[in-house]
């Protein structure tokens, strides 16, 4: 059952065309990565999806209510986390969640305490000593509080430290074995691995890929640096690697995933003395698949 589904949805602002029939479903239980890089239209479909934005043309619904004429219904039971948290500066991190919490008409005072405990926060301070990743925590303690069936999430972990994310990454895990919805907006692949169901990758203002991540897995390459005993020769000749670079004694490169065993069978040769290996970075899926496409970005990086 869809919780948000988006069909052939258009944003224009004067002449620029910042969505271009964009189509989106999320499914109920069902935690989806939307993904692209700055200026691709990810946090414009999100202010449509809230009602901030009036779409130009195409449908939006939420709950199987639109998104514009019935934003005040649909409100009562979403909760949303954007990548830039803006708070009141006299108030309390803890009056602030209290606020929130009670807008949504909801009074867990356990889940509240939990939360600001497990996102080590100390709510007594004002929040205009907060730094970006204590605010982030006031906003992310705020939604997980309230009882919502949809999670609007648009780059929650800007300003968090690795140990914080692990946090969030537990609490939308969780939201999800209640049978909770998220939509999580990321520019962090591993987060994204770890959480999403599915994911839409999109850019320029359309929807150019939309699946699991094992179905996208062809679009992405492995980062190796290799030492060897004696110099490597031949790798460039190779089907499948890329951006070849000598680093002090070692040589960085990146693999095409189906290429791998190829490519480390012909390097063996030479007496490996380290091998490192990285995950494919959302950089490097998304220069994969733009590559041979003669695009460049749209530099429209206020409406990404």
């Known amino acids: ?21 964009v189509n989106l479903e999320v499914r109920e239980g069902e935690v989806f990565g939307f ?61 602030v969640i209290d606020l929130f919490v009670k807008l949504r008409g909801g ?38 509080s309230s009882d919502a069936d949809l999670y609007i999430l648009d780059e929650p972990t800007s300003g968090l430290d690795p140990l914080m994310e692990q946090v969030f990454q537990q609490c939308v895990l969780e939201a999800k074995q209640a049978g909770k919805s998220v939509l999580l907006s990321s520019h962090i692949l591993s987060e994204v691995e770890k959480l999403c169901d599915r994911v839409g990758i999109i850019r320029q203002g359309k ?30 000749e190779l089907t499948g690697v890329h951006e070849v670079e000598t680093r002090d004694q070692a040589l960085a490169f990146q693999v095409d995933t189906e290429e791998l065993d190829t490519v480390v069978k012909h390097v063996s040769q030479f007496g490996i003395t380290k091998l490192e290996s990285a995950p494919p970075t959302l950089e490097d899926l998304f220069m994969r698949h733009y590559e041979g496409k003669g695009q460049t970005g749209t530099g429209a990086g206020g409406l990404s």
Not at 3 to 15: A, E, M, P, R, Y
Not at 112 to 118: Q, V, W
């Open 107 to 144: 009074n867990n005072k356990s889940r509240r305490e939990e939360l600001i405990k497990r996102f080590e926060l100390d709510p007594s301070k004002k929040c205009r000593t907060y730094s970006k990743g204590n605010r982030q925590k006031v906003a992310l303690v705020a939604a997980f």
């Open 1 to 21: 059952m869809s919780v948000l589904k988006v069909t052939d949805l258009t944003k224009q602002f004067g002449k620029f065309t910042a969505l271009d029939g």
């Open 207 to 236: 929807i150019i890929e939309t699946g699991s991540l094992s179905e996208l897995r062809h679009l992405t390459r492995t980062n190796l640096v290799v030492e060897t005993k004696t110099p490597i020769t031949g790798l460039r």
């Open 35 to 95: 993904i692209g890089p700055n200026g691709a239209g990810k946090s414009t479909t999100i202010r449509v999806l809230l009602g901030i934005l009036k779409a130009t043309a195409g449908e939006a619904t939420i709950f199987g209510k639109d998104v514009w004429s019935d934003a005040v219904e649909i409100h009562k039971r979403i909760a949303y986390v954007p990548g830039d948290v803006n708070l009141w500066p006299n108030l309390t991190g803890g009056e």
